[in-house]
């Protein structure tokens, strides 16, 4: 990702770099947990599988808009899945809820990058 110079040019690749090291660290682990015998649904690998192979293509900056956008749908889809805190009992909503809410916020990051990701 070309766009900015300078200390702004830097600072937008550093932020790349940041919000796809969560998914490749993330993706990677329960990858590395399920092929090590830890339980983990379908749907959880497959999740985990988009999930690295994002991370992989944000990280080299490859068609930036659309897999940053990609990146949104996941996380998303997987503040449903995986934080119903609507459906929890009062002490483990807070926590469903944290991790909901936190799930949305980096998709916020994703979506801002695409949005200032260069058009090609």
């Known amino acids: ?3 900015g110079s300078g200390a702004h040019g830097a600072a937008l690749t550093v932020a790349r ?3 796809a090291s969560l998914f490749v660290v993330l993706g990677g682990w329960r990858i590395w947990g399920a092929l090590n015998g830890a339980s983990l649904s379908n749907v959880a690998l497959l999740l985990s599988v988009c999930e690295l192979l994002l991370g992989v293509l944000i990280l080299a900056g490859w068609r930036l808009r659309w897999t940053a956008l990609a990146a949104v749908a ?8 995986s934080h119903p805190f609507w459906a929890m009992r009062a002490g483990a909503r807070d926590v469903q809820l944290l991790h909901f809410m936190k799930n949305i916020a980096i998709a916020g990051g994703f979506l801002l990058l695409s949005a200032i990701a260069p058009r090609r």
């Open 74 to 81: 996941l996380l998303v889809i997987d503040a449903v899945l």
């Open 1 to 3: 990702m070309a766009s």
């Open 17 to 19: 770099w940041a919000l």
